[in-house]
């Protein structure tokens, strides 16, 4: 085979995984020649984060970053390049058990009569590795696995009912019940020796037309699980009644929950959190049984957005359709179009299909923490492998445009992709890693001793952001030096055979306007596959968690991460695990706190527009001094005095006394077009295509934009992508767990 060469655009997750996959095999340069072209001086996308070397080299962040423990591709392919790089084993971080550490103790926030209520969550340790575990769950599967979750949240509120002396005891009357029940006793009986003499009972009574059938709930959902057991392994779902069985009992336990506890959720927070829970599961089994998901696949109901889909499927609109765990799962994914907090959408086969994977197939924690930013952990020892295997690399070097042409065949290819040089490097290489205690890390600001002295003192005189899609860098470079920053042309055939596009969906009607002109299906891509900015903001406290006034630690003594709460920044995230990463004099901050959310902005200018970002950053800094004077009582009620927010609480190097404190903290927007994050509004699955499936015969797109079996703005879905695109290119990797996530079982 001739050596193709490979133009990587972009150094995301998604198209640092698409290198990492091209470049497994030990012969890969006769095949591949790899080169990335990167904006600015770091990987990351919207992943990356930096180290202040001005403030004791601390970690900031785009927002927060978590990985679930249900990431099986994710933590795949980072295991594989920590052992590939083999760390010597006194560098800190050198193995991925270093890196991540398994985190369950997640925190939602309700809002009751005017009040914000904590609800604690320590969810358990489920033993193995996350990258052992597989999303290529059937349909029973989930559902048998969701039941037995259900069960959990029935027995609570049956314990509870039975305190209140209501009722316990269900009766079934209907003929066609009693024929389904007739059907589930013969298969348990068949297969259980164990039935209890109180379940024998009720399979007797439904068999005898002269007696009453007289169940409990905890009867029911006992042997409904107990059914799904058995049909775990039937992915064909050859029996139709089965449905009808499982159909019923949900139903029926459905029925149960209103006429029993209803009235006691307002007076109860525990029959309430577990009737929510118990609630939501029961309208999706539901929904997945009467939509006929387990024969459409998860793809057929992404036409409603997922609250419409839980009221369709009997889910009490009070409680359930927007509970705090609802809410919190619209946060994780910041599915608000433009930011607007009344304007939530997000496709119901996208989130059920996320909520079942994320609860359902997880391994040691439902979450994973970062034990350094995310930059540190994930980007640099990708970036380190790649450049230990001869991948090579081109910081500063900015897309402007991808050019396409027709061959004499009629067949379209990529032909040209035009460059921006952004500065010229004094030894022409830029090695962009810094030391910090040990660690190999990314700077928060290019390292300019690298860059030419003429222009990095330009860049220091106006406080350049290299990052930046409004920079004024073009026009201050021109005026000082005379003429325009250099630009090069990459040729096909010359300079690249494939280019893989790994820049976010919101660049391509800046960078392709030409390849839209021509390809109608990425053209609707681009339209719509919507995204949204984010604002996110990091504080370094005095005070830990419990000083605070946050009280809800678990026996783990795991710090919380809490969502669904007021908005803007509903996210919150306690981080002193980051501390000993960080290069603080003595005596440092204790504590640190991450907080993020969507941010309001439906109207983009175009780049000329140089003052836009910073104003929207100022809306930032605005925003989060409201979270801290207005909001943050509820959790940290000893931050308060007076009711007046206590500004000591915030760690200062400086002398700033009161709200100026702040000013020393670290806030940031996230508004660039490769920066906002991606969206799953309803109905926009249908207009996501495959890596390969553009007109352009040398183009791969990839990112948690294209078309994957999670179709949702994540770093799972950004790792699918980027192994598909690998696999597209070379034929590897084989498989990728959970690709058919939407499609029909069997597909």
């Known amino acids: 085979m001739t050596q193709q060469k490979v133009a990587i655009l972009g150094g995301g997750v998604a198209a640092m995984t698409a290198a990492v996959y091209l470049t497994e095999k030990d012969n890969w340069q006769d095949n591949y020649d790899i080169t990335v072209y990167q904006l600015g001086w770091r990987l990351g996308g919207k992943g990356a984060s930096g180290r202040n070397a001005d403030i004791a080299e601390r970690i900031e962040e785009h927002g927060l970053h978590v990985w679930f423990g249900a990431y099986v591709n994710s933590f795949k392919t980072i295991e594989t390049v920590y052992n590939k790089l083999n760390r010597p084993p006194e560098v800190p971080l050198s193995s991925w058990q270093d890196a991540f550490k398994p985190h369950s103790f997640v925190v939602l926030q309700e809002y009751i009569e005017n009040e914000w209520q904590t609800w604690p969550v320590d969810f358990p340790v489920i033993d193995g590795n996350p990258a052992d575990g597989t999303l290529d769950l059937h349909f029973w599967q989930l559902v048998e696995m969701l039941v037995a979750w259900l069960r959990k949240f029935i027995d609570t509120i049956e314990f509870e009912v039975k305190q209140a002396n209501k009722q316990t005891k269900l009766q079934t009357t209907k003929r066609r019940d009693r024929g389904l029940l007739q059907h589930l006793a013969s298969q348990i009986r068949d297969a259980y020796d164990d039935v209890e003499e109180e379940v024998e009972e009720f399979f007797e009574s439904a068999h005898d037309e002269l007696k009453e059938i007289w169940s409990t709930p905890a009867i029911l959902g006992q042997q409904l699980q107990r059914l799904l057991t058995l049909r775990a392994n039937d992915k064909e779902l050859g029996e139709p009644k089965d449905r009808l069985v499982v159909w019923y009992l949900v139903r029926k336990l459905k029925r149960w929950l209103n006429s029993e506890a209803v009235e006691m959720l307002d007076d109860n927070e525990n029959i309430r959190r577990a009737y929510i829970c118990a609630d939501l599961g029961i309208a999706m089994v539901t929904g997945l049984i ?18 419409q889909w839980l009221k ?419 034929g590897y990797p084989e498989t990728i767990s959970g690709e058919f996530g939407f499609e029909p079982d069997g597909t």
């Open 290 to 307: 009467k939509d006929k998901v387990f024969s459409k696949g998860f793809g057929s109901i992404n036409h409603l957005d997922f609250k």
């Open 312 to 730: 369709q499927n009997g889910a009490n609109e009070k409680y359930s359709v927007e509970s705090a765990p609802v809410r919190g799962f619209y946060d994780l994914v910041f599915g608000y179009v433009d930011g607007d907090f009344d304007n939530g959408n997000v496709e119901a086969g996208v989130a059920s299909l996320a909520m079942l994977r994320i609860i359902l197939c997880y391994h040691g924690g439902v979450m994973w923490k970062m034990q350094a930013g995310m930059g540190d952990v994930i980007f640099s020892p990708i970036y380190e492998l790649l450049k230990q295997r001869g991948v090579k690399f081109e910081f500063f070097n900015q897309v402007e445009a991808l050019v396409p042409e027709t061959d004499p065949n009629g067949s379209q290819y990529i032909d040209e992709i035009q460059v921006s040089q952004q500065v010229a490097l004094v030894n022409g290489r830029y090695e962009p890693l810094v030391d910090v205690k040990g660690l190999p890390c990314w700077p928060s600001q290019p390292q300019l001793h690298q860059v030419v002295p003429e222009q990095a003192a330009l860049i220091r005189e106006h406080n350049i952001n290299l990052e930046s899609f409004w920079t004024n860098w073009p026009q201050i470079y021109e005026a000082e030096f005379g003429h325009p920053i250099p630009t090069k042309t990459l040729k096909r055939g010359i300079d690249f055979d494939q280019v893989v596009f790994g820049i976010s969906v919101g660049s391509l009607v800046h960078l392709c306007p030409e390849l839209l002109q021509r390809d109608r299906k990425l053209a609707a891509q681009a339209q719509h596959v919507k995204t949204v900015a984010t604002q996110a903001f990091q504080v370094w406290m005095n005070k830990t968690d419990e000083q605070l006034g946050f009280n809800y630690t678990p026996p783990s003594e795991e710090r919380p991460i809490l969502s669904a709460f007021s908005q803007p920044f509903d996210t919150w995230a306690a981080m002193s695990n980051l501390l000993t990463k960080e290069d603080w004099p003595e005596p440092g901050p204790v504590n640190i706190a991450y907080f993020c959310s969507a941010f309001s902005c439906d109207t983009y200018p175009p780049s000329t527009d140089h003052e836009f970002d910073a104003i929207q950053k100022t809306r930032v800094k605005q925003n989060a001094l409201n979270k801290l004077k207005e909001e943050m009582q509820p959790l940290w009620p000893n931050a308060y005095i007076n009711d007046e927010f206590d500004w000591s609480v915030l760690y200062s190097q400086g002398q700033q006394l009161d709200e100026a404190r702040f000013d020393s903290q670290y806030w940031r927007v996230n508004v660039d077009p490769s920066e906002r994050y991606v969206l799953s509004v309803s109905g926009s699955s249908e207009y996501r295509l495959a890596t390969d499936d553009t007109l352009f015969k040398n183009l791969f797109i990839t990112g948690d934009w294209i078309k994957t079996g999670v179709n949702a703005g994540c770093v799972e879905a950004a790792v699918m992508a980027g192994m598909l695109t690998a696999r597209a290119i070379s």
